[in-house]
Every structure is written in structure tokens, then in C-alpha cells.
């Protein structure tokens, strides 16, 4: 353990920044709270020790794959076949050395079945290998009561009981589980008409339109958007959804630093001086992609200095909300209500379902943009319709944030919410981890760095009856392996004292 620092990260941008035990004080009007995040590089001899772990680890993983090759150990793994060795190698790469030799080792400690609702606390399927993990045989206990911190449940609405289960339940009675069609065929029902006017209602734009997967509202929704002769400026840190959509839509690509609006304002301005290779015309769109809070970091976007980077250089800007809508701002309506901006300035307003609500899918909202989407996108015309008590279950859920339940147990989960998150944090570094993110994001990365601590935490970790996502690589930095916890409003404050207290 170490003292993390906590600093603001700043920019060339007319602010300036203090640090966490210091009064923050800006020059410009475009924040109105302080932002401050926690980030340290990776200190130099825990570095080193690493990289010396993956050497040895490597060591033994060719030698296990030259055993492997002589058939002396079983291969459990994929292999080109003799006349394809001559070719482009399918299976050989490094991340599929990677996935024999190490991450096989670790994959025991998720993708557990869990047998209960994952919410505060959940129940879990107990399962051995005898293989390393290859394969495993399901024992028929059952481990209770494990601590959920892994969960993207921010606001604790995956319940089965309570006014959002009983809710989706009679939508089941009404109209069945499944719709059977797309929407522009017979699969459009009411209940999806009133969800899409209540998302625009909550984002406070004209309109939306909502997809039955979260996952394609991007991949499937950029194409539609962009094209060829366009130019995606895209976060280094976006999510596998937000690449894979930008590259299918046949657009050039060029890929700022994460949160760092000196890389974004040099790209834009290269942009527009240069325009298109080769020929050097315009470019018929400029597309700035980022997300609300990054999963793997705890970060939150500086979404102020992006907007004002978009107004000044004309382009258009993504906002992918999947992790921020209804866990961040004073009404949970995500980093637009987080920094107080106008929901007009962020031209495309994209977020899933399948967090804070509890629920499944995806939306996008904005303005003059849905009519062309219902028209355009592939996810619109050829996915089947979300499924009714799913539809029932965000329209619930999202009256309570709203409060139009009559109730105030939307703004108190808001709050607690918040409390949880700050309280949790603290906690761990008071301890002395080194945690990454802002301060106010619910996802609370905390890193590891050591190979061999991967698997060794997850599964000391549910030994004291707490679940929670240990990651490495290709998902992070090789040397900044972590685990990620997710705060929910639906942890109490002993729960969180016994996943910090922990020795």
C-alpha cells in the first residue's frame, strides 16, 4: 500500500486547479463544482516488478507451449491446422499467448452464475476446475449473502420486488415477454411510444428513440450517422461499442488522449486547416465521441471544455451516457445535469438502460436527429422490439428519479447514491490504495498492478463473502491491472465498511 495522490488533472484551458485539501478556483464559468480526480502513475519499481512478472510468466508460458507442441501437455486451445500454418497465423498473437498461459489461470473469478437477483447482495453457484480453468464441474452449494461490488446497479433498482418488479409483472400479464417483430412491422406498442416521450422528458431534448440492446444503440447507430469523407475524433479510453460503430461506419478515425483537451483542440484544428487526405477538402462532418464516466477508470468527461471546444470548431459531439445517466447530477440525469450545461449543446445524447434502471437497451436522443435514425439505422429497422415488462421496467424506474411516482424514494437513492460513493472512497484512501477516478463517479477502479494479484485478490476477496471484478490485460494498461468496484445505493453503510475494513 501506498498514499494515492489526488490531483486535478489540468489543461490549458483558462482554470486553474488546487489540489484535494485546497480550495479549487477557476478563471472561466464552465464548471460550477470542483472537479478534481484521482490518478498516479504506476511508481517505478512496481513497474519494473511487474514487467519482471510477465517476463517469468511468459518464460514458462512458451515453454508450456513447446510441450504443448510436442504433445507432451493436452492443448485445450484452438490451432491452425498444418495447411494453414503457411498463412496469416489465426491463434498465435500475443493476446491468445496471453489467454493460454495466464488468463485462463484467473478467469475463476467471474462469470460466476449467480442464482439470486444481483442486487446489494446475491447468491452464488459454487463451482471447481480441475483443469485450470478450462473447464468447470458446478458442486451444488450454493455461497449467500456475497457482497455485491460488481454490479452496475447504481441506483439498486435490479429487484424483484418492490414498485418496478410489480410493474413489470403486470406489463407481462398484458402484452407477454416478447414482441415477435421489429417495430416497423407489427412490434410497436404503446408502452414503447410513452418510453421514448418520457427518456426525451428526462434528457430535456425533443426526442429519443429506444433499442432493445445497449451494445448496438452504438454499433449499429454511428454507421447511420457518419460515413465516408467524415472524421470521428474519438477518447482513447471509448468503449468496444463506440470503436466497433466508428469503424463500421467507414469514417476516418483519430484518437485523442483520454480527457485531454490539448490532444482533442489539436486534432480539431489539424482538421480544419488540412481537411481530407489527399485531396484536402472539408470534411463533411467532424464527430467528437466520448462517454459520461469511463468503466475502467472512474473518470468523468470534462464535458464543459469538450462543448466549447465543439462550438468553436464547428463539429458535432457523441455523448455516451451508458454509465452516468441516473448516477450522476443533483436529478440523476447524468454529466449534462452533473455540470449544470444546456442538454441542447450535446447534439447526440446516447445511454443504456441496463445500469441505474435496472432494465435492458439502449437510447439515443436530440434534435432534428430520431425521424433520420428510424429511417437509417440498422439497429431501428432489422432488431426485434424491446421486450414490454423490460419497457415497463424503465418507465417505472425513471418516474421514481423523476419523482412523478409521488414519492421521494427516487431522490433519495440519488443521495444515498452519492454518499456511498464519497464515503467509500475515502475509506480507501485513507487506507492507503492507490484509486483512480473522479470523485463523484460510483465506478472506483483500484489498482493492483502485479500479475499474480489478479486472481489472488477475486478469490480472497469471495472467500470474505464479497464479489467484485478484478481486470488486466487487453482490457487495461499491461502494467495497470486493477480491481473495479461499483457503488450502489442499495449498499449500506456496514457493507462498505466490511469490503474496506477487510485484512
Not at 488540412?274 to 473518470?299: A, C, D, F, N
Not at 483512480?436 to 498492478?449: E, I
Request: charged share 20%; hydrophobic share 40%.
Amino acid at each position: 500500500k501506498r498514499n494515492s495522490v489526488h490531483r486535478a488533472i489540468a489543461t490549458k484551458m483558462p482554470h486553474t486547479f488546487g489540489s484535494s485539501n485546497q480550495n479549487v478556483t477557476r478563471n472561466s464559468s464552465l464548471y460550477k463544482k470542483p472537479f478534481l480526480e484521482s490518478f498516479e502513475e504506476t511508481p517505478l519499481l512496481v513497474a519494473v516488478l511487474t514487467y519482471m512478472g510477465y517476463g517469468i510468466l511468459t518464460i514458462f508460458g512458451y515453454l508450456r507451449d513447446f510441450l504443448r507442441h510436442w504433445n507432451i501437455e493436452k492443448c485445450h486451445v484452438a490451432r491452425e491446422r498444418e495447411e494453414q500454418k503457411d498463412f496469416v497465423p489465426l491463434y498465435q498473437d500475443f493476446e491468445n499467448f496471453y489467454t493460454r498461459n495466464l488468463y485462463m489461470r484467473i478467469r475463476d473469478n467471474w462469470n460466476r452464475p449467480i442464482c439470486s437477483v444481483p442486487g446489494a447482495k446475491m447468491d452464488l453457484v459454487e463451482r471447481v476446475s480441475h483443469d485450470y480453468n478450462w473447464t468447470f464441474q458446478h458442486t451444488g452449494k450454493v455461497v449467500k449473502d456475497v457482497i455485491n461490488m460488481g454490479s452496475y446497479n447504481y441506483l439498486g433498482f435490479a429487484e424483484n420486488t418492490g414498485t418496478c418488479a410489480d410493474a413489470a409483472v403486470e406489463a407481462t400479464h398484458k402484452y407477454g415477454v416478447g414482441v415477435g417483430s421489429t417495430r416497423y412491422e407489427i412490434g410497436n406498442l404503446d408502452i414503447h411510444e410513452e418510453m421514448e416521450q418520457l427518456v426525451a422528458r428526462f434528457l430535456g431534448v425533443e426526442s429519443s428513440m429506444a433499442f432493445g440492446m445497449g451494445f448496438a444503440t452504438n454499433s449499429m447507430n454511428i454507421p447511420a450517422l457518419t460515413g465516408k469523407g467524415c472524421l470521428i475524433l474519438s477518447d482513447e479510453l471509448n468503449h468496444a461499442s463506440l470503436v466497433l460503430g466508428a469503424r463500421l461506419s467507414g469514417s476516418t478515425i483519430r484518437v485523442f488522449k483520454h480527457n485531454n483537451m490539448q490532444s482533442l483542440e489539436k486534432l480539431l484544428r489539424d482538421a480544419i486547416v488540412h481537411g481530407q487526405p489527399r485531396t484536402h477538402r472539408p470534411w463533411k462532418k467532424i464527430l467528437i465521441v466520448v462517454e459520461g464516466i469511463y468503466s475502467m477508470e472512474g473518470s468523468i468527461v470534462r464535458l464543459p471544455e469538450v462543448i466549447a471546444l465543439k462550438k468553436r470548431y464547428k463539429a458535432y459531439l457523441y455523448l455516451d451516457e451508458a454509465h452516468s445517466i441516473g448516477a450522476l447530477g443533483p436529478n440523476g440525469r447524468g454529466v449534462v445535469d452533473y455540470f449544470g450545461l444546456d442538454p441542447k449543446d450535446v447534439d447526440i445524447m446516447m445511454g443504456t438502460f441496463t445500469k441505474s434502471f435496472g432494465a435492458a437497451g439502449g437510447y439515443i436522443g436530440g434534435k432534428r436527429l430520431i425521424d433520420y435514425l428510424r429511417n437509417h439505422s440498422h439497429s431501428a429497422l432489422y432488431a426485434t422490439s424491446m421486450s414490454p415488462p423490460v419497457a415497463q421496467q424503465i418507465i417505472t424506474s425513471m418516474k421514481t428519479i423523476m419523482g412523478e411516482d409521488g414519492t421521494t424514494l427516487g431522490a433519495d437513492r440519488l443521495r444515498q447514491l452519492s454518499e456511498n460513493t464519497t464515503y467509500f472512497r475515502r475509506k480507501l484512501r485513507d487506507m492507503g490504495f492507490i484509486i483512480y477516478g473522479n470523485d463523484d463517479s460510483p465506478v472506483v477502479p483500484m489498482m493492483l498492478y502485479m500479475p499474480a494479484k489478479i486472481g489472488a485478490f477475486g478469490r480472497e476477496m469471495l472467500k470474505r463473502n464479497i464479489g467484485t471484478v478484478v481486470v488486466g490485460f487487453p482490457a487495461t494498461p499491461i502494467i495497470e491491472s486493477r480491481a473495479r468496484f461499483c457503488v450502489s445505493a442499495a449498499h449500506t453503510r456496514e457493507m462498505l465498511d466490511t469490503v474496506s475494513h477487510l485484512k
